[in-house]
């Protein structure tokens, strides 16, 4: 099965930005649909955005135009760029690659953590 990995979290500023990436283990072409999702302490698991196999990506309301999900097949990563992050993103940011056939499959996170 393939593996997701995420990486790119950390410690930032309010107003700081932060890349995080999804790389697959093998052939994230695999997967037609990436999607980054987070979750809060205490609250519910939430897309923040996903991109597919044909490019076509969609985001949460409140992270347009300050977020952008991207994705280089070729190095079998989905990045997240964020920009002008808020402490409300602070957040565990999971990526998920869904495929044809219903799988999903979770990496295991990557902690956000923005300081006001």
């Known amino acids: 099965q393939v593996q997701l990995v995420e990486s790119g979290g950390g410690l930032v500023q309010a107003g700081g930005s932060l890349r995080l990436s999804c790389t697959a283990s093998r052939n994230i072409g695999s997967f037609n649909t990436i999607g980054w999702y987070r979750q809060a302490p205490g609250k519910q698991r939430e897309l923040v955005a996903d991109?597919?196999?044909?490019?076509?990506?969609s985001y949460k309301d409140s992270v347009k135009g300050r977020f952008t999900i991207s994705r280089e097949n070729a190095k079998n990563t989905v990045y997240l760029q964020m920009n002008s992050l808020k402490p409300e993103d602070t957040a565990v940011y999971l990526c998920?690659?869904?495929?044809?056939?219903?799988?999903?499959?979770w990496g295991q996170g990557t902690q956000v953590t923005v300081s006001s």
């Open positions: 998920i690659g869904r495929t044809d056939s219903g799988q999903n499959v």
């Open positions: 991109i597919t196999n044909f490019g076509r990506t």
